[in-house]
C-alpha cells in the first residue's frame, strides 16, 4: 500500500516536471524569437535544470536546441548554424564555436 502512494505522487511529480519543462520552453522560444536571448536561455536552463533533476529527457527537437558546452539556448540562424553535408547534419554553436555532427538517418522511402 505504501509503495503504491509514494508511486502515484512520483507520478504525479514527473506530470508536473514535464509540464513545467514544455513551458519553459515554449517560453525560451518566445523570448528568443523577441531577441531576448538572455531571458531565453535563462528560461532554458531551467527547463534543462528540471530536466535533470527527475531525469527527463528533452522534449523532442529540443536536444539539438542546447550547446552543450556553453548550455546555451541555441535558435538556427540567429546562434547557431546548422548544415549538411555528405550525410551529415553539423551544428555550429556561434556563442562559444562549438561543433556537433551526426549522421542523418537515410530516408527508408
Ligand atoms: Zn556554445
Do not use: H
Not at 518566445?30 to 531571458?39: I, P, Q, T
Not at 527527475?54 to 546548422?82: D, E, T
Not at 549522421?103 to 527508408?108: E, I, V
Amino acid at each position: 500500500m505504501r509503495k503504491n502512494r509514494f508511486e502515484k505522487a512520483k507520478n504525479k511529480r514527473l506530470g508536473i516536471a514535464r509540464e513545467r519543462i514544455a513551458m519553459l520552453l515554449d517560453m525560451a522560444e518566445k523570448r528568443a524569437l523577441a531577441g531576448e536571448m538572455d531571458l531565453a536561455n535563462r528560461y532554458a536552463l531551467l527547463a534543462r535544470k528540471i530536466g535533470m533533476r527527475y531525469n527527463l529527457p528533452m522534449p523532442k527537437g529540443f536536444n539539438l536546441r542546447f550547446c552543450r558546452r556553453c548550455l546555451k539556448y541555441l535558435v538556427p540562424a540567429r546562434n547557431a548554424r546548422f548544415r549538411t553535408s555528405s550525410g551529415r547534419l553539423s551544428r555550429q554553436c556561434l556563442e562559444c564555436g562549438a561543433v556537433y555532427r551526426m549522421p542523418l538517418k537515410p530516408r527508408s522511402s
